[in-house]
T-cell receptor, first 112, second 117 residues
Framework: ETGVTQTPRHLVMGMTNKKSLKCEQH?????MYWYKQSAKKPLELMFV???????ENNSVPSRFSPECPNSSHLFLHLHTLQPEDSALYLC???????????FGPGTRLTVL | AQSVAQPEDQVKVAEGNPLTVKCTYS??????LFWYVQYPNRGLQFLLK????DNLVKGSYGFEAEFNKSQTSFHLKKPSALVSDSALYFC???????????????WGLGTSLAVNP
């Protein structure tokens, strides 16, 4: 699990706040992912970065803004969130074209 | 449409007994199939995958899964369950449309496994 780290592990924010989630991978991978995990729903893929370029954006609202400054780091910038955005946000990484993804522990986000 | 079903929300077994967590899938073409486990307050951990070859795949922590093409199933099994196996288990299938990292994983809803001492 130390291969992919996420900070913070827990975050409580109001709807007008701006915050950022951080992910770092120490596995030498070159693809990174953001997922949203909500109770009773399948894991939702939000964004994919491959070789630091965004290759996937699954109709995610603009209040979520990803950033991938290099192959080891991934951010998710949050602003003007809604209570229904409360969930566990998971970061994952893999080699490009590889099938196995490695996940971080997640950030538990609560929007008040 | 590609889909994955885990028909049981919860599976309960006694420690030492064999366990099975079920997964069925619907894909066009040959499937790439995965099992992941999520312990409380942790991210998902890769257990095993089937790409091609032997239908019985062995993975981490003594788990194995059997690919059955005719039944479109990929059930996860372990001969003797441990209390520490209690966790949430996810089956996933690779969407083979597109190329490279555009080929998304399609996830089941998860099955909660409870192993009683």
């Amino acid at each position: 699990e130390t291969g992919v780290t996420q900070t913070p592990r827990h975050l409580v924010m109001g709807m007008t706040n701006k915050k950022s989630l951080k992910c770092e991978q120490h596995l030498g991978h070159n693809a990174m992912y953001w997922y949203k995990q909500s109770a009773k729903k399948p894991l939702e893929l939000m964004f994919v970065y491959s070789l630091e370029e965004r290759v996937e954006n699954n109709s995610v609202p603009s209040r979520f803004s990803p950033e991938c400054p290099n192959s080891s780091h991934l951010f998710l910038h949050l602003h003007t969130l809604q209570p229904e955005d409360s969930a566990l946000y998971l970061c994952a990484s893999s080699q490009v074209h590889a099938d196995t993804q490695y996940f971080g522990p997640g950030t538990r986000l609560t929007v008040l | 449409a590609q889909s994955v079903a885990q028909p049981e929300d919860q599976v309960k077994v006694a420690e030492g007994n064999p366990l099975t967590v079920k997964c069925t899938y619907s894909v066009s073409g040959n499937p790439y199939l995965f099992w992941y486990v999520q312990y409380p307050n942790r991210g998902l951990q890769f257990l095993l995958k089937y790409i091609t070859g032997d239908n019985l795949v062995k993975g981490s922590y003594g788990f194995e899964a059997e690919f059955n093409k005719s039944q479109t199933s990929f059930h996860l099994k372990k001969p003797s369950a441990l209390v520490s196996d209690s966790a949430l288990y996810f089956c996933a299938v690779r969407d083979m449309k597109g190329a490279g990292n555009n080929r998304k994983l399609i996830w089941g809803l998860g099955t909660s496994l409870a192993v009683n001492p």
